[in-house]
């Protein structure tokens, strides 16, 4: 915790207002006795003398967390109003940052259940925030994308499905975006960073800004047969189904060529949704698989952001207008 009340009922903030030597400070959410914790490993903070007694501040916090906080906090607070911690009586939960009114920085530095982070996005969601989920290192994205990644995941048309993260040694904040998946699984994207001392919203907001759309090219993988052959063989329950599939068409994995698997790089596809992202993704789906349905160099492959998807889309589609 950075913030606690003192005797006043005053809201110290340990960013800004100097280590209190009160030895009655309260926690807001609950009330309860806090005390300072200013130790040589983590950095000035207020603790539960019970923990068990709060029903907000529930986690013990870790130096990456602390930490990250305070670096966003001291560099958004230049140009904006931001309240570090702040309780949220109808979400029921503390946005760890609250820029303006209504959009909340998460940093979430821990593993938490998929249901639980479905229940925190929600509660923000129908109270009208908007909520951004930043990335500790625990959770960055390597290259594999696990059930829990594809919930933070957001999109937009200009830079497709992205997600955020946080580097505290570094000191930067990174974007990761036109994510897409190959059929082995492996995830595919390009990087933007800024300084966590220069963090602005304008960086926050960049995949729905006016932009020049990136691409990025991959070669296809000319050993994909023989890694499906083994997934079939080893019994591996995606590549069954596929195998099933094909089967009740008439057809079998194992007689396909490698072309008859392009594009090996696809969309990422959630069987139970996306919770940060509210939007009907079936078009972009659709104008992927047209796009690529068409092309003829099949040894490689460029990726796009889902505008130009559409673009090309909308330019292979008759103008009507001009018929009789």
């Not at 950075?2 to 005053?10: G, P």
């Not at 501040?57 to 958004?76: D, G, I, M, P, V």
């Not at 992202?277 to 796009?291: E, M, R, T, W």
Request: hydrophobic residues 35%.
């Amino acid at each position: 915790m950075l913030v606690a009340l003192n005797e006043k009922q005053e809201l110290i903030n340990l960013l800004v207002d100097p280590v209190p030597h009160s030895i009655h400070l309260t926690c807001p959410g609950c009330r309860r006795a806090v005390t300072v914790k200013n130790g040589p490993v983590m950095r000035a903070h207020f603790a539960h003398k019970r923990l068990e007694d709060c029903h907000l501040f529930t986690e013990n916090e870790s130096q990456e967390h602390l930490s990250l906080k305070a670096k966003l906090y001291r560099s958004l607070s230049l140009n904006h109003s931001v309240k570090v911690e702040a309780i949220l009586p109808e979400v029921g939960q503390i946005a760890d940052l609250l820029v303006g009114d209504h959009l909340a920085l998460e940093v979430q530095c821990s593993r938490l259940s998929v249901e639980r982070l479905r229940q925190r996005t929600l509660a923000y969601q129908e109270q009208g925030y908007q909520v951004r989920w930043l990335l500790g290192k625990k959770l960055w994205l390597t290259d594999k994308l696990s059930e829990l990644h594809k919930q933070f995941l957001y999109f937009s048309n200009n830079m497709g499905f992205h997600l955020w993260e946080l580097d505290d040694d570094k000191s930067l904040l990174r974007l990761k975006y036109l994510i897409y998946q190959d059929l082995k699984g492996r995830v595919h994207y390009l990087e933007k960073t800024q300084p966590l001392s220069e963090t602005s919203l304008t960086f926050l907001r960049l995949p729905f800004l006016k932009q020049a759309l990136s691409t990025y090219q991959r070669p296809m993988d000319k050993n994909l047969l023989l890694y499906i052959q083994k997934q079939l063989y080893y019994g591996q329950g995606k590549w069954l189904k596929k195998q099933e599939e094909a089967y009740k068409a008439g057809d079998n994995l194992l007689t396909w060529s490698v072309e008859d698997f392009y594009p090996q790089l696809r969309p990422v596809t959630s069987s139970s949704g996306f919770c940060q992202i509210g939007k009907d993704l079936s078009n972009f789906y659709q104008n992927f698989a047209a796009y690529y349905a068409k092309e003829q160099d099949k040894s490689q492959q460029m990726l796009y952001p889902p505008a130009f998807y559409k673009q090309q889309r909308q330019l292979a589609q008759p103008d009507v207008s001009c018929e009789r």
